[in-house]
Nanobody, 117 residues
Framework: QVQLVESGGGLVQGGGSLRLSCAASGIIFSLNAMGWYRQAPGKQRELVASITVGGSTNYAESVKGRFTISRDNAKNTVYLQMNSLKPEDTAVYYC???????????WGQGTQVTVSS
């Protein structure tokens, strides 16, 4: 069965950095586009970054220039490097496969990112 396990969140001061990891199992990771999503309290879940099979990336406007998504197919892991964090980045972050432009799998537990001002 598919498992997506996010880690790396925490509490950080504004301007700080965090690196999130998502370890995938039960899938042929290298054949899947992947994305990082986030959900802030009272808000809908949104896609913040995606990476294709070939390594092309896309970002939400709110994180462009600050976040970098990458993948290591040998480790079945997708990463999100988050720099210059802002309080509005506070959310639970999730990873998922992307198919047809939509998240494909059931959501994992996510990892909490809290940015203090």
């Amino acid at each position: 069965q598919v498992q997506l396990v996010e880690s790396g969140g925490g509490l950080v001061q504004g301007g700080g950095s965090l690196r999130l990891s998502c370890a995938a199992s039960g899938i042929i990771f290298s054949l899947n586009a992947m994305g990082w999503y986030r959900q802030a309290p009272g808000k809908q879940r949104e896609l913040v970054a995606s990476i294709t099979v070939g390594g092309s990336t896309n970002y939400a406007e709110s994180v462009k220039g600050r976040f970098t998504i990458s993948r290591d197919n040998a480790k079945n892991t997708v990463y999100l490097q988050m720099n210059s964090l802002k309080p509005e980045d506070t959310a639970v972050y999730y990873c998922n496969r992307i198919r047809g432009g939509r998240p494909f799998d059931s959501w994992g537990q996510g990892t909490q990112v809290t940015v203090s001002s």
